[in-house]
């Protein structure tokens, strides 16, 4: 298995653009989720979805974040406009229901929003 | 808001040495895991205890549970220059869909 697959690997954008990350989970998993990790906060999770569906989007955090996932092998997390503070590495993670939710994350994507 | 606190943060070792991280956390759980994390990478998932285990064991690694303090803690044995990473200890909401993450304690094994 390919594992988790996430791209771009790194993104360096101005201030007010648009940003799209982009993440292929395992085949079978159908829980998704969305992390940012930043040396100040750490690991957070934004969004995750399950069955396709998102339950939590609480720590999305705010309306320039959105995120999708329209079939079970794709998701995209957007930010528009991008500021510098959300530069960080954002993860997807993905996992299989029921398996007492051991996540399998990916690469990660660094962003740079200069 | 975060559920599971590392502790120490940063913890700094001989090679061969044993090194020990503790993990507590504030309301129920349905299990607990441990992440490590090399730099520059995501986190790979080390092991899972479930709250009616107390102790588990994979390799060089052992990871205790105690439900009536809230707290864990994961064990290296015999370190290596290779342990070098940070650790995260991680806890499921009740529902089992959500794992909320600690702050990490960060490990450095000196050759």
């Known amino acids: 298995d390919a594992g988790v697959i996430q791209s771009p690997r790194h993104e360096v954008t101005e201030m007010g653009q648009e940003v799209t990350l982009r993440c292929k989970p395992i085949s079978g998993h159908n829980s998704l989720f969305w992390y940012r990790q930043t040396m100040m906060r750490g690991l957070e999770l934004l969004i995750y979805?399950?069955?396709?569906?998102?339950?939590?989007d609480s720590g999305m955090p705010e309306d320039r974040f959105s995120a999708k996932m329209p079939n079970a092998s794709f998701s995209t997390l957007k930010i528009q406009p991008s500021e510098p503070r959300d530069s960080a590495v954002y993860f997807c993670a993905s996992t299989h229901q029921g398996q007492f939710s051991e996540q399998f994350f990916g690469p990660g994507t660094r962003l740079t929003v200069l | 808001s975060q559920q599971g606190e590392e502790d120490p943060q940063a913890l700094s070792i001989q090679e061969g040495e044993n090194a020990t991280m503790n993990c507590s956390y504030k309301t129920s759980i349905n299990n607990l895991q441990w992440y490590r994390q090399n730099s520059g990478r995501g986190l790979v998932h080390l092991i899972l205890?479930?709250?009616?285990?107390r102790e588990k064991h994979s390799g060089r690694l052992r990871v205790t549970l105690d439900t009536s303090k809230k707290s864990s803690s994961l064990l290296i044995t015999a370190s290596r220059a290779a342990d070098t990473a940070s650790y995260f200890c991680?806890?499921?909401?009740?529902?089992?869909?959500?794992?909320?993450f600690g702050a990490g304690t960060r490990l450095f094994v000196k050759a």
């Open positions: 205890i479930r709250s009616n285990e």
């Open positions: 991680a806890t499921d909401d009740t529902g089992g869909f959500k794992t909320i």
């Open positions: 979805f399950n069955n396709n569906v998102p339950i939590d």
